[in-house]
């Protein structure tokens, strides 16, 4: 039941909608269907299910775990999930061809404050009243 006494929306629904924020159990339960729902998909060799043919084929292949995905999770997580699955996929699929032609993979981590592997110029850590004359400088 919603906040006016004459709706009859469940949480469900709202959730669903964007109206409610899930908590972290219905978040969980989100994703462990999201989890069952992409494992049905690769079992059958269904990279995007949002798009034909793969939409049609996973309606066929995975009628249960569809239905529980859309269910147990909201729109927007629903769609997102599926474009994330599909983008991951294509990530996996350009690393494998790099390094099948050679490539070899560069770690890579960096730091607002310069404490990364990328070298930054050194310089003495700015103050408070350095920030504040910058400030004020910018303010004219």
Request: with cysteine; charged share 25%; glycine share 8%.
């Amino acid at each position: 039941m919603g906040w006016l006494p004459f709706t009859t929306a469940s949480r469900g629904d709202e959730i669903r909608s964007g109206a409610a924020i899930p908590t972290r159990s219905e978040r969980a339960v989100c994703w462990a269907a999201r989890d069952a729902y992409f494992g049905c998909l690769d079992a059958h060799s269904i990279i995007d299910a949002s798009k034909a043919p793969g939409a049609g084929a996973a309606a066929a292949a995975c009628p249960e775990t569809s239905a529980a995905f859309e269910k147990d999770c909201a729109a927007a997580w629903v769609k997102y999930f599926k474009q994330w699955r599909v983008a991951d996929a294509q990530k996996r699929r350009r690393i494998e061809q790099l390094q099948a032609e050679g490539a070899v993979e560069a770690a890579v981590s960096s730091s607002f404050a310069g404490g990364g592997n990328i070298a930054a110029p050194a310089r003495a850590q700015a103050t408070k009243e350095d920030i504040q004359a910058m400030l004020d400088k910018k303010r004219g």
